[in-house]
């Protein structure tokens, strides 16, 4: 059973940065893809950003495109996303997520697995 632990979450003002990470616990073709999603308090759970395993393929979602960047450590377990630009709309739970599945990365049902979620606050 692979787990997922995410860092990096907190309170910036906007037009900042913050920069997330993901460690999964075991090196498998379980976290082939590995991913973020995030929900705000009574909203959907919405997809940020998915990197396979080489690093070389990244999707994002359209409201982060050009602000966030996704990447994976050479061990491959790990995962980061670098928020830039940051604004009062992308405050939620970030949850860090994993998936064998390349096939529509962007939707939430596809993972395996998931970290516990880290919450990211941007003050206006």
């Known amino acids: 059973q692979v787990q997922l632990l995410e860092s990096g979450g907190g309170l910036v003002q906007a037009g900042g940065s913050l920069r997330l990470s993901c460690s999964a616990s075991?090196?498998?073709?379980?976290?082939?893809?590995m991913g973020w999603f995030r929900q705000a308090p009574g909203m959907e759970r919405e997809f940020v950003a998915a990197?396979?395993?080489?690093?070389?393929?990244?999707d994002y979602g359209d409201s982060v495109k050009g602000r966030f960047t996704i990447s994976r450590d050479n061990a491959k377990t790990t995962v980061y996303l670098q928020m830039n630009a940051l604004k009062p709309q992308d405050s939620a739970v970030y949850y860090c997520?994993?998936?064998?599945?390349?096939?529509?990365?962007?939707?939430?049902?596809?993972?395996?697995?998931w970290g516990q979620g880290t919450q990211v606050t941007v003050s206006s």
């Open positions: 075991e090196r498998t073709p379980d976290i082939y893809i």
């Open positions: 990197v396979n395993w080489s690093g070389g393929s990244a």
């Open positions: 997520a994993a998936t064998r599945n390349m096939l529509r990365v962007f939707a939430s049902e596809v993972y395996n697995y």
